[in-house]
């Protein structure tokens, strides 16, 4: 559908990309010891998806997460699926993403993915495929939720002329979501601080849900219950905390003791179930790019219905089969670092030099568990403005759903695009942008 012809929103980009600089919408990124703050650059042209396309991703999303979180309660406590040899025990406790101080925890209201970052392509074929399962701290709702906000403002008119769902009741659903799981007490957004990537996402969402921003030093333990304590000396107790960092730094007395933004024994409380940790910690092992590969037969095993959504064509060199095929097609594939995230970790076997393809091989035949082989989907372009000119770029889409009384897609979602002509790369943290997500009502 093409609305331009009823919108100045695209003639208003550089005022809405000017606004977003003012309130510092920015991601940070660390690089070799030093951290550095850039602007997300935003395009104009949004992303459209028709009330019947997203009632059909909406299905799918919903029954993904559904098993992904059957998934983290069975690992962690019946361990089902490894018995029944679904999916190699290797797969499970050689993933990094595995924590042993979770066996035998089942969190409040036996939800462990309480906000899904579900990120997708729509290939060529218009058929959708999920490429990765965000369960730990998926980051990017606030873009859009501020993007919306002051495209509302700079171009009242676009909005008057198009039926588009409303984004502005994220911070509602995942308040709610947190309600719904918190033990007693105050709900605070956890944040590890300002040289944090995604520090802006944390104070806008803290500041949407009205709730506490709040860091490690402003959270202590006291028999067995989690108290914050304000600048006064006032102290309140903490029923849910929505923590944005991840598990190694989460609890010095359990994880990782360097850990200086931690709480100490704040997951000895979670463990007696006296506060919920959103997301909760153990997660990483659902969204393991190996354990991806698995997904489809979660959603058999534990819903016992075939896949509405499928992953992209995947192999594991861990297997025979698969390790022959990759090495037979290397030059068509996409190999993934199974512990990477962010861009980082990704190669075209087709981009590589003699030598580094000798070289990548030794490693994958050394560590098969480290990676996966993924086909290249020639996914779709989506139109951007680029020095006044309208050109097609790669873009994916990440999708937010939010489980708590029952799993709910938020009618929105991150598009990130690459400014790359030549690259499928779309992260924020390898130069993408991001563009806003419209579903019609209609």
């Known amino acids: 559908m093409d609305l331009k012809d009823s919108m100045d929103l695209f003639d208003r980009a550089d ?91 089942v ?43 002051l495209c509302r403002r700079s171009s009242p008119r676009t909005f008057q002329a198009v039926s588009v769902a409303d984004n502005r009741d994220y911070a509602l659903l995942l308040k709610r979501t947190l309600e719904h799981v918190n033990t007693g007490g105050l709900t605070v957004v956890y944040t590890p601080g300002r040289y944090n990537a995604a520090y802006f996402e944390h104070s806008y969402l803290a500041e949407k849900m009205r709730v506490p921003l709040v860091t490690g030093s402003d959270l202590e333990v006291e028999n067995d219950r989690l108290y914050f304590k304000d600048y006064s000396g006032k102290k309140e107790q903490v029923g849910a905390v929505y923590r944005r960092i991840s598990d190694d730094f989460l609890d010095p007395m359990n994880f990782d003791p360097q850990s ?19 997301n909760a910690p153990g997660n990483g092992v659902a969204d393991d790019k190996g354990i991806y590969y698995f997904v489809p037969k979660m959603i058999e095993y534990y819903l016992e219905q075939e896949p509405i959504l499928h992953n992209a ?27 990477e995230a962010g861009g980082y970790g990704v190669v075209f076997g087709s981009s590589m030099t003699a030598g580094q393809k000798d070289d990548f091989i030794r490693l994958l035949k050394s560590e098969p568990r480290r990676f996966i082989a993924q086909e290249v989907i020639d ?12 050109v097609d770029r790669k873009a994916d889409l990440r999708a937010f759903v939010l489980s708590g009384e029952e799993p709910v897609v938020w009618k929105s979602g991150l598009t990130r695009f690459s400014r790359n002509p030549d690259s499928f790369i779309v992260n924020s943290s390898q130069g993408g942008g991001f563009k806003d997500t419209w579903v019609l009502n209609q």
Not at 121 to 131: A, F, H, P, R
Not at 326 to 336: A, I, M, N, P, R
């Open 15 to 105: 005022v809405v990309n000017s606004l977003l600089a003012r309130y510092g919408v920015k991601f940070g990124i660390y690089k070799n010891n030093t951290f550095h703050e850039q602007l997300f650059p935003f395009d104009a042209i949004p992303r459209i998806l028709s009330a019947q396309e997203f009632a059909y991703l909406e299905q799918g999303l919903k029954q993904r997460v559904e098993a992904l979180n059957l998934f983290l309660w069975d690992i962690y406590n019946k361990k089902h699926i490894l018995r029944d040899k679904v999916i190699p025990e290797e797969f499970i406790y050689a993933s990094s993403g595995y924590l042993a101080q979770c066996e035998g925890i």
């Open 313 to 339: 064509p995947t192999y594991l060199p861990y297997y025979e089969a698969d390790m022959k095929y990759v090495l037979e097609h290397f030059d068509s594939l996409v190999l993934k670092d199974v512990a």
């Open 107 to 149: 969190p409040p209201g036996a939800v462990y993915s309480h906000i899904s970052g579900i990120d997708l392509v729509q290939g060529k074929d218009n058929e959708w495929y999920v490429l990765e399962d965000n369960l730990r701290v998926p980051s990017g709702a606030s873009y859009p939720m501020i993007a919306r906000e």
């Open 260 to 278: 200086l933004i931690g709480v100490p024994h704040i997951f000895d409380v979670y463990r007696k179930g006296n506060v919920a940790l959103v």
């Open 379 to 390: 996914f779709c372009d989506l139109p951007i403005q680029e020095n006044g000119e309208k």
